[in-house]
């Protein structure tokens, strides 16, 4: 039988403390989503001055980096016209993210889950994502 680590309350805790300390850090309150491996809600935050319409966007972007275990930077990249993806942010009820700011997160080579970020610029919220998974990497 296959053995493979699994995300946690208190590891989405950690990252969601260093997803936020990066934000203020930046000066940019965000909507910030933490998922398991199956794009499932494990954590969610809005910060005081995020932007109320990127709740469900912080979601979905972290459901999509989670489920399909890719950013949804390189997703945005092979989605325009012409390119290979095109359409697919129509997938799944519109759920399916292409704007920078989820990322997928591995441990030793295992997805465990996405985290997903917005209010701020696509390198701002893909930079907030980062500080998350790099906490958790620093952690274990």
């Keep these: 039988m296959k053995q493979v680590p699994k995300l946690t309350l208190e590891d989405a805790r950690l990252m969601m403390a260093a997803a936020e300390k990066k934000a203020l850090e930046i000066g ?3 909507d910030i989503a933490i ?8 954590l969610f ?3 005081d001055n995020a932007r109320v319409t990127s709740i469900t966007i912080a979601i979905d972007k972290a459901y999509t980096a989670g489920a399909a275990r890719k950013s949804t930077r390189d997703y945005g990249n092979v989605s325009g016209p012409g390119q290979p993806a095109f359409g697919i942010n129509s997938a799944i009820q519109g759920r399916f993210m292409i704007f920078a700011g989820g990322l997928p997160i591995f441990v030793d080579g295992h997805p465990v889950g996405g985290i997903g970020c917005s209010s ?3 390198d701002q919220d893909e930079e907030v994502a980062q500080a998350g998974i790099d906490a958790l990497l620093d952690a274990l």
Excluded: A
Excluded at 35 to 42: A, C, E, P, R, T
């Design 45 to 47: 935050q809005r910060m």
């Design 120 to 122: 701020g610029s696509p």
């Design 28 to 30: 940019v309150d965000m």
């Design 35 to 42: 998922v398991d491996d199956g794009g499932n809600l494990l």
